[in-house]
């Protein structure tokens, strides 16, 4: 037993001339995992950090896209196998309190006033009125306009490390049967469906790196440093850890890795794209089978490099699990139809049965004739008996330039450690089948058609995806910029010239960032103040009804429906309210006439400033909208009203801003 040599630079491994990673290209840092287990499923993730929490003496550090006060760690059964808090605050909390000296890092993403629903309101207030000072709560607003942090790390006393795509957030926990009913798959939103996701724990020196990496978040964030990174004794390749959680048992051992990320421009300069490197480079070598679990694919070149693979190798399969059903009319439009264009890039020119893009579903009981889709989450690539992905990145054009991402390769360079990335891959297909493993092995080693892995009475089968159900993909243009963008949205700021600040396009297009900005406090006013109290049914109509009976009452109630809408009041509880307050026709036609007059101010607001705006910040893909707006104004207007882009009035100036016509 040694101390650990303090590393005051990092030098790569030696590389091998067949090796996948070239640090500084398709990868940040390699290193060696002495024990890497593969958690699926989420409700063995939460067990797993659980115990690793409750072990913790030296700090934790969680990473994530969210980190909710409110998550059930521990359900059902699992609460007797280990004695401590079942909800994640309650935990923490107890932790901090049992070791003072013990330091606890939350780092969540700020995140967009779009997933308001999906998150928990105040988070970094709730979290610290239920946890001691130990327990340090940031929220990250560190990544450019329209990007977020996308990163899931869980690190215990610097000696193991999560990652993947989980998070400790809402609608996410199952077991790996995905039973359609169960009933312990509720959170505080309510009851939600089957739902697949894959985290990978690991040890030995690369956690090293993960240590460096969740110390530069926070400090990017904080602008305070954390602890140092512990030193402690060597720990040997044979010895897992202290905080290694006892129910998961290595998959891996003694395997090297690379850590790839995605930072955007705006975060880091020069930007960082490792992940789609590393992806391109994954698939530009694979010979013989390449399985892939991914929620979203509509990065177009990955695509076509998948593509070109197939059709150069013609031993080659390609086989990709997916979801089936889109969560909202956002997603329908912007993922589910880019993904009809992937997948016409991917099956062009390609074999029957080589090429297969999936989803899973599981059935009550064998035969059941109303099986359930799982949700995917998950995000991992399998390259042959050689490489294996487990990632936070997506198949899309946020994870390869806007987010920040985190994934983890492993690269098998002995026999052993190639059959234990087949056990594996054979693992994760058995789920989506009941297939078996000597079943699985024979369909893939014997070159069998995918359609072999299709179908089948048994509980839990795959069904090729069809997202023409869905989407004809008419509204991508519309969507896609705001959703599933490469870039960040830039945002206009003014300039001087000549000593003279000049009221230019970019100067205006700052004043309107600064009254959008004004107009969402006020929306944060109505909804988590005390101003909230009048958005109570009986008491918004009681107002209603009061200016209705005053001298000039329809204009008042006309005027209230149009400066509301400015300060981004909710409309719909005042359409509710004068409805009520004067009977079903007066009160809808003075509703529709408030909105209407709301709707044409804003509209003319935005028409009247906002054209060149648009242009510098939108250039091409300005032309792509206006044209879809054109040609389809009635139905895109419909669209955009029921995509949760923003509240009702910035919708309004932004179709001002746009070549809509004041008609439609």
């Known amino acids: 037993m040694r101390p650990e040599a303090a590393?005051?630079?990092?030098?790569?491994?030696?590389?091998?001339?067949?090796?996948?990673?070239?640090?500084?290209?398709?990868?940040?840092?390699?290193?060696?995992?002495?024990?890497?287990?593969?958690?699926?499923?989420?409700?063995?993730?939460?067990?797993?950090?659980?115990?690793?929490?409750?072990?913790?003496?030296?700090?934790?550090?969680?990473?994530?896209?969210?980190?909710?006060?409110?998550?059930?760690?521990?359900?059902?059964?699992?609460?007797?196998?280990?004695?401590?808090?079942?909800?994640?605050?309650?935990?923490?909390?107890?932790?901090?309190?049992?070791?003072?000296?013990?330091?606890?890092?939350?780092?969540?993403?700020?995140?967009?006033?779009?997933?308001?629903?999906?998150?928990?309101?105040?988070?970094?207030?709730?979290?610290?009125?239920?946890?001691?000072?130990?327990?340090?709560?940031?929220?990250d607003s560190t990544v450019p306009s329209g990007a977020s942090h996308h990163q899931k790390i869980v690190l215990v006393d610097d000696e193991i490390a999560f990652t993947g795509g989980m998070d400790i957030a809402l609608g996410r926990w199952d077991t790996t049967d995905h039973a359609p009913d169960n009933p312990l798959r509720v959170d505080p939103n309510g009851a939600f469906g089957p739902y697949h996701d894959i985290q990978v724990l690991v040890d030995g020196p690369v956690v090293r790196h993960f240590a460096e990496l969740v110390r530069q978040r926070w400090k990017k964030a904080r602008g305070l440093p954390a602890v140092p990174i512990r030193r402690r004794q060597w720990v040997s390749r044979t010895q897992l850890p202290p905080s290694w959680p006892s129910r998961f048992p290595p998959d891996m051992t003694s395997v090297r890795c690379g850590i790839a990320r995605t930072l955007p421009t705006g975060y880091t300069d020069p930007p960082v794209r490792e992940v789609e490197k590393m992806y391109l480079d994954l698939i530009e070598r694979a010979e013989k089978f390449l399985y892939i679990e991914n929620q979203f694919l509509t990065r177009e070149n990955i695509a076509r490099a998948m593509n070109a693979k197939l059709r150069s190798t013609p031993g080659l399969r390609l086989l990709i699990v997916s979801s089936y059903n889109p969560q909202g009319i956002f997603e329908q439009e912007a993922f589910w139809g880019s993904r009809l264009v992937f997948r016409d890039i991917l099956y062009e020119g390609i074999e029957p049965g080589r090429v297969r893009i999936v989803y899973p579903s599981t059935r009550r009981a064998e035969g059941d004739r109303d099986p359930e889709p799982v949700r995917i989450h998950a995000k991992i690539c399998i390259v042959d008996d050689r490489w294996l992905n487990v990632a936070s990145s997506n198949l899309n054009n946020r994870s390869m330039g806007l987010d920040t991402e985190c994934d983890l390769v492993f690269e098998a360079e002995t026999p052993r450690q190639r059959a234990q990335i087949v056990t594996i891959r054979n693992r994760l297909i058995n789920l989506w089948t009941d297939f078996g493993n000597d079943r699985i092995t024979q369909l893939v080693d014997g070159g069998a058609p995918l359609d072999s892995f299709i179908g089948g009475p048994q509980r839990h089968f795959l069904t090729e995806v069809d997202d023409s159900i869905f989407t004809a993909g008419d509204f991508r243009d519309i969507t896609v910029p705001f959703a599933d963008p490469e870039e960040p949205i830039p945002l206009p700021v003014p300039y001087v010239m000549g000593g003279r600040k000049k009221m230019t396009g970019r100067f205006l297009g700052l004043c309107l960032t600064a009254a959008a900005i004004l107009s969402i406090a006020f929306m944060m006013l109505w909804h988590f103040t005390p101003l909230a109290q009048i958005l109570e049914a009986g008491r918004m109509q009681a107002i209603v009804t009061q200016l209705g009976g005053s001298p000039g009452g329809i204009a008042l109630i006309l005027l209230a429906y149009i400066v509301g809408g400015l300060l981004m009041f909710p409309l719909t509880i005042l359409i509710v309210a004068t409805t009520a307050a004067f009977g079903g026709l007066k009160g809808g036609i003075l509703a529709m006439t408030g909105s209407v007059l709301s709707a044409a101010i804003a509209f003319a607001l935005g028409r009247k400033a906002g054209q060149n705006l648009l242009k510098r910040m939108l250039g091409g893909r300005l032309k792509n909208i206006n044209n879809r707006l054109k040609s389809n104004s009635l139905a895109s207007v419909a669209m955009i009203r029921m995509i949760p882009i923003a509240p009702f009035s910035l919708v309004n100036l932004a179709a001002g801003i746009s070549s809509l016509r004041f008609m439609d």
């Open 7 to 139: 590393q005051k630079t990092w030098q790569p491994l030696p590389r091998r001339a067949d090796s996948l990673f070239e640090p500084g290209y398709n990868c940040w840092r390699t290193g060696v995992a002495n024990h890497a287990a593969m958690i699926v499923d989420v409700r063995n993730f939460y067990l797993a950090i659980a115990e690793a929490i409750s072990k913790a003496k030296h700090s934790v550090f969680i990473v994530g896209w969210d980190i909710d006060s409110r998550i059930e760690l521990l359900r059902g059964d699992d609460r007797m196998m280990l004695h401590v808090p079942p909800v994640a605050a309650d935990l923490l909390a107890w932790k901090a309190a049992q070791n003072p000296e013990l330091h606890i890092y939350l780092l969540r993403w700020d995140y967009s006033v779009v997933f308001m629903k999906a998150r928990e309101v105040m988070a970094k207030l709730a979290w610290q009125a239920k946890t001691p000072s130990n327990v340090h709560v940031c929220l």
